[in-house]
């Protein structure tokens, strides 16, 4: 298992090496000038000339190539041309804000996509089956920021049942010590806070998680009903076992595998999704940053944060990989 | 930091009662400090007085029922670029400092370029023929951290700008280098003496017109010497300089003297200001206890944030979301006539060393006269703008009303073949920037679109052209590219030297600003002499020359200035908008 661990590990530094290339050199071939960005409309060229050799973007590209890279092998990920912070404060900052929408996207999607999907999977092709094909449909098809602001529209606007934006009413006065503001929010022992967090998460959660939901239901039902004709299962049900027992111990065991790893998929999907989400809900988590970044032609920022994206998005797949092996025994790696 | 928070309210409580006390018996008679100032000079006592009036009118709005107390919170664009108000150059940053730093001069809350003295007592005297500034300082102020406030502070601050290194310190001063033509020896201030604790002495090496009006903007705010010391504020690079990001503990870093109190910045999420509970000028104490910024950078957000309660004043909406806004029962923040922006169609009169047809008089005042400018403020700004009467906006410090070409299809074409241009000829490359929206330009392509079939309706045939504003427009409008397109300029300062010279057509290096190839050697000598008159008066009078050449001659056509409404809920009162976008917001209560 460990070397399989080692092999996995080691596989995956050329292919951050080789993303590291592509990247930097895609993103330098891109038209424009990240000190024209800054400077606005007071972009004069000797201003333009100054700013660029500030930001070491008068040398030659393969320097810059070698500074960066070298800086990364040292663990620095570079600072924004346009603020000056590290992106590794930064992003200590941001990511809590996403792992708390993406977690929150998770548990809405599979809380509710596998008890979903179970249930179509009960009665294939009848109406039950058909609303939660609909369902799904719905929610792979429509895009993330029609979702989003409509919900804070229905939600926030007219009905005030939701707060619109934002991760906690900043008149709570809570103070940010983790920065996932659930979990600063219960220790700020305001449990009007801890309402309010909870509040602010939950528009958020559903449209980040609507295709995930989607896919999770789909996947389950498909897995649920294969595994219902698998010749075990008669067998267990001949045996007289409850219906329940046959379900818990015998279908949903099996069942799980395929879930499980498109589960694991998804973490790629709502990395994506995020940037879409938490710019309309003004989350300021790692998502919302890529955006102003791009916008500001932030080079070093859009290239670290994709870096580090590739990084989660592999140690994920790896994750996913092992846990296969907890859930189904007679999966080995060697 | 709750903690911290619920012993700051119990302060302000007790101070705010005294302050309401103080506001409700003086506000009639002694309204602010201003007008016991010393008055030197004639100009220095009707803007004293001005303050006066303006701050009565505060006042007397407020005394009868504000209420104080409670958490206001704000919606920005964008987010503050760095704490360090003279390391910053946009709009966004400069609306949190203006709560919490003050200058030597400032402008009359809801006026574009009225100057009044701040911490000066009054407006300075002026001598030797407009290089020697001497100012008169207030007494008894203090900052936030308690340094006192005096002649010192004033100029190590303004030292502490020009000894900038060259840098990353330099590279983010932009205002410093704009105003004063440089850094170090560069600086066209030459020394400041300071006779005495309340007397600063600027001498500068030419007379500057513009001197007091850009010392109005908040990047020339003096903050406390000891917090700038402490913090080691001039550390390079900024990225681990503590004081620029804002991030020392309370009342460390962006120290300065004003109604607000810079408490803490989590960067791109919020900035918490507190009330200052001694601040110096108790009639115009802030009303709330806190504000926080609340950067949103997506308008459609922004504006559903303020509809469904989150926050409480939107800074900045969209003009065409002006009726929705007033449908859900907010109010519009109007910023009147006075407007600090302005959108051109710019024509360059020679490209790649070729004159264009922009080059003959007639062709360009045929263009001013083909266009519909009423119908693309009804149409692009929802009536949210105005259509311009000069090159630069009502309230701008020099303007002069002109007779600009009103829309006149008829006297265009009688112009074009006045112009002797072959109808072959008159053919128009229009570039419009695509992935944008700015203040002053909310909807480019169509704008573009009505200007090229008001064009086509009088014989030009017209190509629209678009090139993406961060990576290509931008660059090739400045040097001079692109034959006819859409550009508008933010005013740094509302002095008409930032628009005519600074922007537009001051010349560069002898030669004329390559962005419009127009060679007038008689309006940049006049504008050179603006610029060196040794009062604002004489100044005014030649950028009112500059306008009337400009005014016959059209090398731009003047679009439209942009309203930039705002928006906030019905309980926030008291708020004073301003034409360029930067209120003060002591004013404020919440209800």
């Known amino acids: 298992m460990l070397r399989y661990i080692v092999r996995r590990v080691l596989g995956a530094i050329p292919v951050l090496f080789g993303l590291s290339v592509i990247l930097f050199l895609f993103l330098r071939l891109l038209p424009g000038n990240p000190a024209v960005a800054i400077l606005g409309q007071h972009a004069t060229p000797q201003l333009v000339a100054q700013i660029s050799s500030s930001l070491g973007l008068d040398k030659p590209l393969y320097v810059q190539y070698l500074q960066y890279i070298w800086q990364l092998l040292h663990g620095n990920f570079g600072a924004s041309f346009v603020d000056g912070r590290t992106v590794a404060s930064t992003f200590l900052v941001r990511f809590p804000a996403t792992l708390e929408l993406t977690t929150g996207a998770m548990i809405f999607a599979v809380g509710l996509g596998i008890p979903l999907g179970r249930l179509a999977a009960r009665h294939p092709n009848g109406w039950i089956d058909g609303a939660v094909t609909a369902l799904s449909l719905f929610g792979i098809s429509i895009p993330i920021f029609v979702l989003g602001y409509t919900l804070v529209f229905i939600f926030g606007v007219e009905l005030h049942w939701l707060p619109a934006v934002g991760q906690i009413d900043p008149r709570l006065n809570v103070n940010p010590v983790t920065n996932f503001s659930i979990i600063d929010a219960i220790l700020s022992g305001n449990v009007n806070a801890v309402e309010d967090a909870v509040a602010h998460l939950i528009l958020p959660s559903i449209a980040l998680g609507s295709i995930p939901l989607a896919i999770v239901t789909r996947i389950t039902r498909a897995s649920v009903i294969d595994v219902s004709n698998e010749d075990y299962v008669r067998t267990a049900r001949a045996k007289g076992l409850t219906e ?27 990395l994506a999704g995020a940037v879409i989400t938490e710019t309309v809900f003004v989350w300021n988590g790692v998502g919302s940053w890529v955006v102003q970044a791009i916008e500001n032609h932030d080079l070093i920022v859009v290239q670290s944060l994709i870096m580090i994206f590739a990084i989660i998005f592999l140690a994920v797949n790896l994750l996913v990989d092992i846990g296969y092996a907890f859930l189904n025994p007679r999966i080995r790696y060697s | 930091m709750a903690g911290t928070h619920r012993r700051w309210s119990l302060l302000t409580i007790a101070a705010t009662g005294l302050l309401v006390a103080s506001a409700c018996g003086g506000a009639a008679t002694t309204p602010a400090p201003a007008s016991q100032a010393a008055a030197p000079s004639q100009p220095a006592a009707t803007a004293a007085a001005s303050v006066a009036a303006a701050s009565q009118a505060i006042a007397s709005q407020a005394a009868g029922q504000a209420v104080n107390g409670g958490t206001l919170i704000v919606g920005l664009p964008g987010d503050m670029a760095f704490a360090d108000p003279s390391l910053v150059s946009d709009g966004n940053s400069l609306y949190v400092m203006t709560q919490v730093v003050q200058g030597l001069v400032g402008l009359a809350p809801g006026t574009l370029s009225d100057i009044v003295p701040v911490l000066a007592a009054s407006l300075p005297t002026v001598s030797s023929g407009g290089k020697t500034y001497t100012f008169t300082l207030r007494t008894g102020i203090k900052f936030q951290d308690g340094t006192p406030f005096n002649a010192a502070a004033v100029k190590y601050n303004y030292e502490r700008w020009q000894n900038y290194p060259k840098g990353d310190l330099q590279d983010n001063a932009y205002y410093y280098g704009a105003v004063f033509g440089g850094f170090g020896s560069q600086s066209n201030i030459a020394s400041i003496d300071t006779p005495n604790d309340t007397t600063v002495v600027f001498n500068l090496k030419q007379p500057q017109s513009n001197f007091l009006i850009s010392q109005t903007l908040m990047v020339f705010g003096i903050q406390s010497p000891t917090a700038l010391q402490k913090g080691n504020a001039d550390a390079t690079p900024l990225s681990g300089n503590k004081y620029a990001q804002g991030q020392l503990p309370q009342g460390q870093d962006m120290v300065g003297t004003g109604p607000f109190t810079f408490k803490d910045w989590v960067p791109k999420d919020n900035i918490t200001l507190v009330k200052n509970p001694d601040y110096w000028d108790a009639a115009n104490a802030a009303h709330v206890d806190e504000i926080v910024f609340k950067p949103i950078g997506d308008s459609t957000a922004r504006l559903q944030a303020l509809q469904s309660g989150s926050i409480d004043v939107a800074v900045v909406i969209q003009p065409t979301d002006v009726k929705t806004a007033q449908s859900s029962g907010l109010t519009i923040i109007d910023r009147g006539q006075q407007t600090c922006n302005m959108l051109n169609l710019d024509l360059n009169q020679s490209v790649a060393g070729k004159p264009t047809i922009y080059a003959n008089k007639d062709v360009r005042l045929a263009i001013a006269s083909a266009l519909n400018k009423p119908a693309y403020v009804q149409t692009f700004f929802a009536g ?104 508008g300029w933010i005013c740094d300062w509302a002095g008409a030297d930032d628009y005519l010279s600074v922007a537009w057509f001051g010349y560069q290096n002898g030669q004329p600003n390559a962005q419009f190839h127009y060679a007038n050697p008689t309006l940049n000598d006049v504008m050179l002499k603006a610029l060196a008159a040794p009062s604002t008066d004489q100044a005014n009078q030649y950028w009112g020359q500059a306008q009337d050449i400009l005014a016959a001659d059209m090398p731009e056509i003047p679009l439209s200035s942009a309203k930039t409404p705002g928006a906030y809920d019905s309980k926030v009162h008291g708020f004073v908008p301003q034409g360029g976008v930067l209120e003060y917001l002591n004013s404020v209560w919440i209800k």
């Open chain 1, 244 to 270: 329940k027992r046959v379900d818990d111990r015998h279908i949903m065991r099996n069942a799980w595998l395929p879930v499980t790893t498109v589960i694991g998929l998804q973490v790629g999907s709502l």
């Open chain 2, 384 to 487: 949210q703008a105005l259509v311009p009467t000069s090159f630069i906006p009502v309230g701008t410090l020099g303007y002069k009303a002109e007779t600009l070409p009103g829309y006149d299809p008829a006297k265009a074409k009688q112009l074009l073949q006045q112009s002797g241009v072959p109808a072959s000829q008159l053919s128009v490359d229009l570039y419009y920037p695509s992935n944008v929206t700015r203040p002053y330009m909310p909807d480019p392509k169509n704008e573009a679109v009505a200007i090229a079939n008001d064009l086509q309706a009088v014989g030009f045939k017209v190509n629209l052209k678009t090139e993406d504003w961060g990576t290509s427009y931008i660059t090739d409008a400045t040097n001079g590219k692109l034959p006819a397109y859409l550009f």
